[in-house]
């Protein structure tokens, strides 16, 4: 090989977002059907009569999945899981899937068909058709990557760059939980790993693991919107924890914002859960990943079409960009909000 005299930076120092910024930054829109392109939660297609929206998602295992303690069927069902929350948060209802495979020989036939129990049960639970994929092996683990396709009627899609000043910011759900789930399955790895004779006792905090290891998207709401005529006035999902959304989508629609803490939907199984392993619960909503709840603005006008609808929780406000995006505390203070997503390559060394 030919020795390299370039200079070396190291993907660390752009981040995630620096990076996807850096090295698609030389490709302009050249076809007038490309509606949206890169830096939303999915691209948007025009075609025809409807928008088609599509999706892209990839599960490492190691980084994103432990064999461990996830069952390959609820490994499938989450798969497919977040890349249709992707489309939701477009405001689209979700008709195709592809999976995409890489696997090394310590997978069998039976191991296999255990994931893919677990695709067709997304398939017949959201009503969407897996259309194809591709095959082929990998040196080591299991690689998993599955793009959605959608459709919504064009004045329908939402996009994350929209949210106005004065608009209402809502979410949907209850945060934290796959956060807090996925501390009790590496406590009960760690517990297992110095002593494999004990059984681990997962029943009692069956919600938190259930939200961790077999997430849902948020269909319904997307069904009640079109029922109640309401379209958002921006929308995002939550993949990579509250807080982290909340930055994309101010940042995008140059926009600040002020939430308040006594807002943010946490489940008592959550906020027992994060008391226990000393952490603070609203700390879990803000910073904990994959929840795959909607978080999104309405004009203020439209808070009669959600006052009423369950699972909907109004948490705050969009203001000035001048003024930043500020947590406004139970106990009375104001402080910024730390973007603290998830950070795969920080893990990554
Ligand atoms: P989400 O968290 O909603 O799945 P991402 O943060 O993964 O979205 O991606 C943000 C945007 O960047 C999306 O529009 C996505 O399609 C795009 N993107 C991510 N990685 C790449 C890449 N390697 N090349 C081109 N576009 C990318
Ligand atoms: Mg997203």
């Given amino acids: ?55 892209t998602d990839m599960l490492v295992e190691g980084i994103h999945f432990d064999l461990m303690y996830t069952p390959l069927k609820h490994l499938g069902y989450k798969s497919v899981i977040v890349n249709l929350s992707d489309i939701y948060a477009m405001n689209a209802m979700p008709k195709q899937v592809t999976m995409s495979l890489a696997f090394s020989n310590r997978f069998s036939v039976e191991a296999l068909e255990e994931l893919y ?54 979410v949907t759900g209850d945060l934290g939980a796959a956060y807090l789930g996925l501390q009790i399955l590496e406590r009960e790895k760690q517990i297992y790993l110095s002593n494999p004779g004990v059984q681990p006792d997962l029943e ?59 807002g943010v939907p946490i489940h008592p199984d959550a906020e027992m859960m994060a008391i226990k392993f000393q952490m603070d619960p609203i700390t879990c ?28 929780y109004i948490m705050g406000e969009i203001v000035e960009a001048s003024e930043g995006i500020k947590l406004h505390t139970k106990g009375g203070n104001i402080h910024p909000i730390k973007a603290q997503g998830w950070n795969h390559f920080k893990g990554n060394e």
């Fill in 1 to 55: 090989m030919a020795e390299n005299t370039e200079k070396r930076t190291d993907v660390n120092e752009l981040g995630e977002f620096g990076l996807i910024e850096h090295l698609t930054k030389r490709f302009p829109i050249k076809n007038k059907s490309t509606i949206k392109g890169i830096g939303d939660d999915a691209a948007v297609i025009d075609s025809g009569k409807m928008m088609t929206v599509v999706s």
């Fill in 117 to 170: 129990q677990g695709v067709e049960a997304a398939c017949a639970q959201y009503d969407v058709d897996l259309v194809g994929g591709d095959t082929t092996s990998s040196p080591r683990g299991l690689i998993i990557s599955v793009t959605a396709i959608g459709e919504a009627e064009k004045d329908k899609i939402v996009y994350r760059n929209t949210a106005k000043v004065g608009d209402l910011m809502c």
């Fill in 204 to 262: 009692e905090q069956s919600y938190l693991v259930r939200r961790q290891l077999k997430p849902e998207a948020r269909r319904e709401m997307i069904k009640e919107f079109s029922k109640a005529e309401l379209v958002p006035t921006s929308m995002i999902d939550i993949s990579d924890g509250l807080a982290s959304e909340i930055f994309h989508l101010c940042k995008e629609s140059g926009v600040g914002a002020f939430v308040e803490e006594s």
């Fill in 285 to 312: 909503a803000l910073s904990g990943g994959e929840d795959y709840e909607l978080l999104f603005t309405i004009a203020p006008e439209d808070i009669e079409k959600v006052k009423f609808l369950p699972g909907i």
